[in-house]
């Protein structure tokens, strides 16, 4: 049940107008209206004290699911699907790499900035006159 439904449902039952629950929880009336229309809301707190208010108490209660075995199941499983990955790390850390280097090979990134240093060339090799026809090209396609 939404907070809405329920505040309204506990107003009516104690034969009380949006004004009247207002004037005893000291809010105004479009606050209750707000809140039965479902437009916000009210925290724990507010909603304990409108259903004070009323002269009823709040009671908040969690029941499992239908489904909560599968879903049990399924956090374990990950818990355990965890555990294995860390022990695998960690094999994987213990191995010695006697004598190896592990090296990253990647393609090397170039900038083509058109307000790159002209000492500098953003790639090996090119003239300053290929790097600014291809700085050229790349701003008239922008457009």
Do not use: F
Request: proline letters at 6%; aromatic letters at 0%; hydrophobic letters at 35%.
């Amino acid at each position: 049940m939404t907070p809405a439904r329920l505040l309204k449902a506990v107003r009516v039952r104690n034969g009380l107008s949006q004004q009247e629950l207002a004037s005893r929880a000291g809010v105004s009336q479009p606050v209750i209206s707000v809140y039965e229309r479902g437009r916000r809301d009210p925290t724990v707190g507010t909603l304990a004290r409108l259903i004070a208010a009323c002269g009823e108490r709040l009671s908040l209660d969690a029941r499992p699911d239908e489904g909560t075995s599968r879903r049990a199941s399924a956090v374990i499983d990950e818990r355990e699907h965890a555990r294995l990955l860390l022990d695998a790390l960690s094999l994987a850390d213990a191995i010695h790499r006697k004598g190896r280097v592990a090296t990253l090979e990647a393609p090397r990134i170039v900038s083509e900035r058109p307000d790159s240093p002209a000492g500098r060339s953003p790639e090996r090799g090119s003239s300053r006159e290929q790097r600014h026809s291809r700085v050229r090209r790349v701003t008239r396609t922008r457009g």
